[in-house]
């Protein structure tokens, strides 16, 4: 399964952002979609996370600035980033979980995988 993200970039605070990320390749279904980020120093952190189930979950930073949508048509995930502030400034990694394609309809093992990243770089 390979993820390609895009967006990101050089903002002024205050300013908006739009991430996307496409899985393509062979799978069998896809239970989440989601995007982290770790700026310089700092751990890995979520950011959002979208499921098949229509759950969604927000860091408390980015709650109520970001929105997360997917297309469960297209297998894509966008992450629409607005009231951008410095501290947002990191590298953004697409994540998705799902299964690979198993017997017949089944599905097959589990797999979690990352996409390549992405800069956004926030200045004051």
């Known amino acids: 399964v390979q993820l390609q993200a895009s967006g990101g970039g050089l903002v002024q605070a205050g300013g908006s952002l739009r991430l996307s990320c496409a899985a393509s390749g062979s799978f069998h279904s896809i239970s989440s979609m989601g995007w982290y980020r770790q700026a310089p120093g700092k751990e890995r952190e979520l950011v959002a996370r979208?499921?098949?189930?229509?759950?969604?979950e927000y860091a408390a930073s980015v709650k109520d600035r970001f929105t997360i949508s997917r297309d469960s048509a297209k297998n894509t995930v966008d992450l629409h980033m607005n009231s951008l502030k410095p501290e947002d400034t990191a590298v953004y990694l697409c994540n998705v979980v799902g299964f690979l394609r198993g017997k017949g309809w089944s599905p097959g093992r589990s797999f979690s995988n990352w996409g390549q990243g992405t800069l956004v770089t926030v200045f004051s």
């Open positions: 979208t499921t098949n189930l229509g759950d969604q």
